[in-house]
């Protein structure tokens, strides 16, 4: 009997897959699931912001000008009669004030979260995929020569390193304010050109973990079984290659959304009706001082959200890591 | 190391001709012919468009117009749309005014980050490090201006000090001590708004480095011999967690021109990255054609002086210098 739950145990605790201790490890590590659940919680907070304020006639208009009620400071009750009753607050308060409009900042910042979330999920989502296909294609065909005919001028791995380390040469902030500024700033461009000037990173450790990864006994029998180039990279080693990715995902997010409030501030924001968090700090950095308000709520909301994807990142930066591991 | 150094200049070259071309591939980003970039600007005037014409040899094809940018860049003979004086020393003298903001930002970095990092790596998972470790991510996380304006009116509220510009406004600029000193305090706000990110993530970078040290076979091999915790940790351990960051020297020079945009923008500085942030607002594409280019030189110049320190200091990287 005893011999048999021995047999039982040890090869369930043998099989316990990377992925899985990856997550044990994370669990452990209590400010990354903080970091996580706040996360959670904005993701709710911006498909709300989604729900509540989008469409011709939303719960919560977060466009509604009501001149009479500007500069309302939080929790403050609209004026009677003052305001029309269908400009009235859903809610009868505004749970965060008003700004120079009258318009709800509540409203305002559901909005804003859904509008900053996707910035920082397209252009993210940008960044990943040329970072993964570059990568890839520089780990796995990186030996393959490139040229006319018979002259051989460079491996596809000098070309993609080379391109990485023209990328990597620019300051990405000032060109991307360049670029913004040629190209009219609005919520695509700006988001294309941060996806555009930061995927490196993501390129670099694919390359990296494709070179190590290409070597191993798994990948030699995809060959042996004549799975063809592409499959071998999506199927087999894109998925080992994916902890590294989720990391600088995640970091990446948080960067977007710091870039594009700096982009406001410097006047090459997300252009309005759209209200993204950074441009209402911007826009309320104007007030400081008879509506502290309207600086404080969103440039706190920034700081709270972007400190959940960075801890969340680096959480899982560590838990991926063996030897950063903790046991 | 000669085969390294031709080997690493030779690409250097190639990456900076790219660099040179993307750089000047900006202006013609904006849809249609750039000279028609603000069609609907009143203050575009005919007279503007010759000039633009003019700067950029837009009658000229592709290629041409690319050697010719570049000559007149590289000769002094680019001028700025602005105020018509040759771009290369309107940079120059702004450089003047952010080195002194960057040095300070650097000093102040390293002299912070380096035992921040190494002082929560050693006592991992312990109150110290997770308050720092939290303090840390909040400082990486605020948007830099949000922070300066809280932080400019907590000083301006409380000690009633001037803190924007150069210097105090009005004050006159006579050789002496109080205007040291008046300089010396304008520098204060703006270089350590400047470095609070670089310490943070640098100081981070160090945690991880000095923890997967500590890990080492050799650091227990240390402790095995029985020598002191503080000798394994800041003999043994902490010289090699260190490695890395010589590189680090190089790869900061480039901020000298893109990471100072907001700071100097909010702290009326007068250096570089305004001066690249003015030109933008200003469309003053030669500046910012120039800026961008420097700044990639600079990063490459950093590049290249982190490999060549790294091989100096770190003896296992001279043997595989054939191959990188």
Redesign the interface.
């Known amino acids: 009997m005893g011999r048999h739950t021995a047999r039982e145990t040890r090869p369930r605790d043998a099989t316990v897959s990377p992925a899985r201790l990856a997550w044990r490890s994370f669990l452990r590590n ?2 990354a699931v903080a970091g996580m659940l706040a996360c959670t919680l904005f993701f709710v907070l911006a498909l709300c912001g989604l729900v509540l304020t989008k469409g011709d006639h939303p719960i919560l208009d977060p466009r509604q000008v009501r001149l009479v009620d500007k500069f309302r400071p939080p929790l403050s009750l609209p004026t009677p009669r003052a305001v029309a009753p269908e400009a009235l607050p859903r809610l009868g308060i505004y749970p965060l004030g008003t700004d120079e409009l009258g318009r709800d900042v509540f409203a305002r910042m559901l909005e804003g979260a859904f509008v900053s979330l996707s910035v920082g999920f397209v252009a993210v989502g940008i960044a990943v995929i040329i970072g993964i296909a570059l990568g890839g294609i520089a780990g796995y065909y990186g030996r393959a020569r490139l040229g006319f005919g018979t002259v051989r001028l460079m491996t596809v791995d000098t070309l993609i390193t ?2 990485i ?2 990328a ?8 991307i ?3 913004v ?3 009219r700033p609005s919520i695509w461009n700006i988001m294309v050109v941060i996806g555009l000037t930061s995927w490196e990173g993501t390129a670099r450790f694919v390359r990296a973990e494709i070179l190590a990864l290409r070597e191993q006994d798994f990948i030699q029998a995809a060959h042996a079984l004549g799975v063809p180039g592409p499959r071998v990279i999506v199927r087999h080693l894109i998925p080992n290659a994916v902890a590294p990715v989720l990391v600088s995902a995640t970091l990446g997010i ?1 960067g977007a959304i ?1 870039t594009e ?2 982009l406001s ?3 090459f924001g997300v252009p309005p009706p759209d209200a993204t968090w ?1 441009n209402i ?2 826009d309320g ?1 104007n007030f ?1 001082f008879d509506a502290s308000w309207l ?1 404080i709520i969103p ?1 706190t909301a ?2 709270v959200v ?2 959940a ?3 969340f990142g ?1 959480g899982l930066r ?1 838990a991926f890591n063996p ?2 591991r ?1 046991l | 190391m000669l085969t390294f150094l031709l080997r690493t200049g030779w690409k250097k070259l190639w990456t900076l001709f790219f660099i040179s071309v993307i750089s000047f591939a900006v202006i013609h980003l904006a849809p249609g012919e750039p000279s028609q970039i603000d069609p609907m600007n009143p203050r575009f005037t005919p007279q503007q468009l010759e000039r633009y014409r003019k700067a950029f040899d837009l009658d000229q094809p592709l290629h041409v117009q690319y050697v010719r940018f570049y000559r007149k860049l590289l000769s002094g003979e680019l001028r700025s749309f602005k105020d018509n004086h040759p771009v290369m020393p309107k940079i120059v003298e702004r450089i003047w005014n952010s080195l002194p903001l960057f040095a300070v930002g650097t000093l102040l970095m390293w002299c912070f980050a380096f035992p921040l990092g190494v002082a929560s790596a050693i006592r991992r998972n312990s109150v110290f490090d997770q308050v720092t470790t939290v303090i840390v991510f909040a400082l990486i996380s605020v948007p830099g201006f949000y922070l300066s304006y809280l932080l400019i009116i907590f000083v301006v509220q409380n000690f009633h000090v001037d803190v924007i510009g150069l210097r105090t406004f009005g004050r006159p600029d006579t050789p002496g001590v109080l205007t040291l000193m008046d300089r010396t305090w304008h520098l204060v706000l703006p270089s350590a708004l400047g470095a609070t990110a670089g310490i943070a993530v640098i100081s981070r970078y160090v945690r991880s480095q000095m923890l997967e040290v500590i890990t080492a076979d050799y650091v227990r091999t240390a402790r095995a011999k029985g020598l002191e915790e503080d000798t394994v940790l800041y003999k043994h351990a902490l010289r090699n967690a260190l490695l890395p960051f010589v590189t680090m020297l190089g790869l900061l020079i480039p901020g000298l021109v893109g990471g100072s945009v907001i700071f100097e923008t909010i702290f009326a500085w007068p250096g570089l990255g305004r001066l690249g942030y003015e030109a933008i607002l200003s469309r003053d594409y030669p500046i910012v054609i120039t800026l961008n280019f420097i700044a990639a030189v600079l990063t490459l110049v950093g590049t290249l002086l982190s490999d060549l320190l790294y091989m100096v200091v770190d003896p296992r990287i001279r043997l595989e210098g054939g191959e990188v």
């Open positions: 209590r400010t080379g391109l380390d023209v990597l040469s620019f300051p990405s902030f000032f060109l304010l360049t670029v500024a040629i190209l948080a710091l409030s700096g501030f410097l006047g950074g700090l911007s950095k400081l600086t440039g920034i700081l972007v400190l994807f960075n801890l680096e560590e030897r950063l903790q």
